[in-house]
């Protein structure tokens, strides 16, 4: 089983294009992508998803004119027969964060904390932790600069083409919102 979340504080200026869906694509496409990414890194390809997306708090109080979502549930099958749930959003108060993906398996857990930068593994009778003393944020945008500036891409962790297939799966999540459908992946 693989559990995802998504949530931040993100509380935009007015007008900001954030805000608007047709500007960056919601807050599955856009935010919580990355959990989505990470997810088929490690546990592969998904087959279908099924999707409740909604504005519930910040176009209604806090930007009437927000076309972009606040909140998303997002129910995955993997071909690996495997299920998984990704959770996201950005009405959370500033004291309440978090970014992880969990894996749950027969003889392990794998919980990534990407904002906290800890991976625990949880074994039988045993928790071990790895904590991080770099920031992957800033590492990732070097690599990404690096390749721009010299033309080597090698050492980028994903190309087009495999952002595309969890780009796939985002917009499947939003057609499914929308068509109140399961919707396959192809």
Not at 53 to 70: Q, R, V, W
Not at 81 to 89: K, L
Request: aromatic share 10%; glycine share 6%.
């Amino acid at each position: 089983m693989v559990l995802g979340q998504y949530i931040d504080p993100f509380w935009f200026p007015p007008k900001h294009w954030w805000l608007y869906k047709d500007k960056g694509g919601g807050q599955v496409l856009e935010q919580a992508t990355h959990v989505f990414d990470l997810a088929r890194y490690l546990e592969g390809e998904v087959s279908h998803v099924y999707a409740e997306i909604d504005n519930l708090i910040a176009g209604k109080f806090i930007y009437p004119d927000m076309t972009a979502e606040d909140s998303s549930i997002v129910g995955l099958r993997f071909r690996s027969g495997a299920i998984g749930v990704m959770v996201s959003s950005c009405v959370s108060q500033n004291t309440f964060t978090g970014t992880f993906l969990r894996l749950i398996t027969r003889n392990v857990v794998v919980e990534h904390l990407s904002h906290s930068k800890i991976l625990r593994i949880y074994e039988k009778n045993r928790i071990h932790e790895i904590r991080s003393t770099v920031d992957p944020y800033l590492e990732e945008d070097k690599v990404f600069i690096e390749a721009v500036r010299t033309g080597d891409t090698s050492k980028i962790k994903s190309s087009f083409e495999d952002a595309v297939k969890t780009l796939k799966i985002t917009l499947a999540a939003n057609e499914s919102a929308k068509t109140g459908k399961v919707v396959s992946i192809d």
